[in-house]
Nanobody, 127 residues
Framework: QVQLLESGGGLVQTGGSLRLSCAAS????????MGWFRQAPGKEREFVAT????????YYADSVRFRFTISRDNAKNTVYLQMNSLKPEDTAVYYC????????????????????WGQGTQVTVSS
């Protein structure tokens, strides 16, 4: 499994921005599609965004599309989530996850596809 460490969470006002980072320990980072999920208090964990191994394909949940951007730097073994126009309903613990996928252009948006998870980072958006 890949060791994943998220950072960049915090408290921000409505309309503000944050950039989450997730550093992976695995040298073969480029072998993994990456995803971001989140879990709000009292709710189940939900998909946010995913990016293919080569970074060429991305997919977003409807609730964050056009506001969030996922990207990756395979040379730095890091995936990012740029979050703009934040809303109170974006408040959650954000988790990054890694999925070993054969095809370089493929991604995954179901939890069951991911076999490595980070510990999470808290994002709080105040109204």
């Amino acid at each position: 499994q890949v060791q994943l460490l998220e950072s960049g969470g915090g408290l921000v006002q409505t309309g503000g921005s944050l950039r989450l980072s997730c550093a992976a320990s695995e040298r073969t980072f480029s072998s993994y599609a990456m995803g971001w999920f989140r879990q709000a208090p009292g709710k189940e964990r939900e998909f946010v965004a995913t990016i293919s191994r080569n970074g060429g394909s991305t997919y977003y949940a409807d609730s964050v599309r056009f506001r969030f951007t996922i990207s990756r730097d395979n040379a730095k073994n890091t995936v990012y989530l740029q979050m703009n126009s934040l809303k109170p309903e974006d408040t959650a613990v954000y988790y990054c996850a890694a999925a070993r996928i054969y095809y370089a252009s493929a991604y995954a948006y179901t939890e069951g596809s991911y076999d490595s998870w980070g510990q999470g980072t808290q994002v709080t958006v105040s109204s």
